[in-house]
């Protein structure tokens, strides 16, 4: 538990900084901060983190980066998690590029659902926001859905100007697969300056937005995995769409139940908040699996209540090196 009551079961783990892509809302232009390839966690320090929360409850985990999938030992820290007691549920977020060589050996280590990032369908578009290649997305979503995990969801960050027509085909892409998608609200993950009037699009108008073509019916009672995400059901299509509102829902923290750890060792209780707790001197300098509990504890004695991204949030590090 929190301070505030909350039971916190769940830590989604960053396992590096570094990404193919270049996401608008995660990477900053000109960004070189990338962390020293020393200054990562192991796989053996990641893997003794996660026994250690288990020990304390946790029961969730998730792995992120940056781009998770750029280092090629995932499916072995994946393995490893899966023989802690206590593990009950590892998942992947990923950009998708190279998941189609990765979804088959991913499943047969363990890992039981992947969130992709589809923030277009149009390839002008998706590489407008990212960089990156859509057709190699798409191809990692086939894999993951051949591979058979538990459950494969879409992701796609809402932007003004930039990929609000993209939204009812993402809906008719995600259908046609049986996917549930995420509309998420725009974060101040890169500068203050990335939330904008010109650019913000709340989840209220992406609901507006799909009202045009179909009939929407909540579905108060589905958790399709374990975060915020308010789900309805698009009548005509079968589409399973969910809305993230971390700026517009004035309730979007009473039930987190999640801490971050980043690819360099701090554990983050809340992403809107500078607050951090270093695990790796600790790791490094030969502490017991005792002092570590000690800090995750410290950790969850200073979440915070709720996030400040209302109140003119200037990240110290970007999204990338925090993790997803």
Same mark, same amino acid.
């Given at each position: 538990?929190?301070?505030?009551?909350? !039971?916190?079961?769940?830590? +989604?783990?960053?396992?590096?900084?570094?990404?193919?892509?270049?996401?608008?809302?995660?990477?900053?232009? #000109?960004?070189?901060?990338?962390?020293?390839? /020393?200054?990562?966690?192991?796989?053996?320090?990641?893997?003794?983190?996660?026994?250690?929360? %288990?020990?304390?409850?946790?029961? !969730?985990?998730?792995?992120?980066?940056?781009?998770?999938?750029?280092?090629?030992?995932?499916?072995?820290? $994946?393995?490893?998690?899966? %023989?802690?007691?206590?593990?009950?549920?590892?998942?992947?977020? &990923?950009?998708?590029?190279?998941?189609?060589?990765?979804?088959?050996?991913? +499943?047969?280590?363990?890992? +039981?659902?992947?969130?992709?990032?589809?923030?277009?369908?149009?390839?002008?578009?998706?590489?407008?926001?990212?960089?990156?290649?859509?057709? *190699?997305?798409?191809?990692?979503? *086939?894999?993951?859905?051949?591979?058979?995990?538990?459950?494969?969801?879409?992701?796609?960050?809402?932007?003004?100007?930039?990929?609000?027509?993209?939204?009812?085909?993402?809906v008719l892409f995600a259908a046609?697969?049986?996917?549930?998608? *995420?509309?998420?609200?725009?974060?101040?993950?890169?500068? &203050?300056?990335?939330?904008?009037?010109?650019?913000?699009?709340?989840?209220?108008?992406?609901m507006q937005w799909l009202s045009?073509?179909?009939?929407?019916?909540?579905?108060?009672?589905?958790?399709?995995?374990?975060? /915020?995400?308010?789900?309805?059901?698009? !009548?005509?299509?079968?589409?399973?769409? #969910?809305?993230?509102?971390?700026?517009?829902?004035?309730?979007?923290?009473?039930?987190?139940?999640?801490?971050?750890?980043? %690819?360099?060792?701090? $554990?983050?209780?809340?992403?809107?908040?500078?607050?951090?707790?270093?695990?790796? %001197?600790?790791?490094?300098?030969?502490?017991?699996?005792?002092?570590?509990?000690?800090?995750?504890?410290?950790?969850?004695? $200073?979440?915070?209540?709720?996030?400040?991204?209302?109140?003119?949030?200037?990240?110290?590090?970007?999204?990338?090196?925090?993790?997803?």
């Open positions: 538990m929190d301070p505030f009551g909350r !039971k916190i079961d769940y830590l +989604r783990i960053s396992v590096t900084d570094r990404c193919n892509e270049r996401c608008l809302y995660c990477m900053p232009e #000109g960004y070189k901060g990338w962390e020293n390839k /020393p200054d990562h966690l192991t796989a053996e320090e990641i893997v003794r983190v996660v026994r250690v929360a %288990a020990g304390l409850g946790f029961r !969730k985990f998730r792995l992120t980066g940056g781009e998770p999938l750029v280092r090629g030992d995932v499916p072995e820290i $994946v393995r490893a998690m899966t %023989a802690i007691p206590g593990v009950e549920c590892i998942g992947l977020s &990923t950009n998708g590029m190279k998941l189609s060589a990765f979804a088959k050996p991913l +499943r047969e280590a363990g890992l +039981r659902t992947v969130n992709v990032s589809l923030d277009a369908l149009d390839p002008a578009i998706y590489h407008r926001i990212t960089g990156g290649d859509v057709a *190699r997305v798409l191809a990692g979503i *086939r894999a993951a859905v051949d591979a058979g995990f538990e459950r494969v969801k879409l992701n796609c960050v809402l932007m003004r100007g930039v990929n609000e027509a993209e939204i009812w085909p993402l046609e697969h049986g996917l549930p998608l *995420r509309l998420i609200e725009l974060m101040p993950l890169t500068t &203050t300056e990335v939330l904008t009037e010109k650019n913000f699009m709340p989840c209220g108008e992406a045009r073509h179909d009939e929407l019916i909540p579905q108060p009672d589905c958790r399709l995995g374990h975060g /915020p995400a308010k789900y309805f059901l698009l !009548k005509q299509t079968g589409a399973m769409v #969910g809305f993230v509102g971390a700026l517009t829902n004035e309730h979007f923290c009473d039930n987190c139940n999640k801490m971050r750890l980043t %690819a360099d060792g701090k $554990v983050r209780p809340c992403l809107g908040n500078h607050v951090e707790v270093d695990l790796r %001197a600790a790791l490094r300098s030969g502490a017991n699996d005792g002092a570590l509990k000690e800090l995750l504890e410290t950790a969850l004695r $200073v979440k915070p209540l709720e996030h400040q991204f209302r109140n003119q949030y200037q990240p110290c590090r970007p999204m990338t090196a925090i993790g997803g």
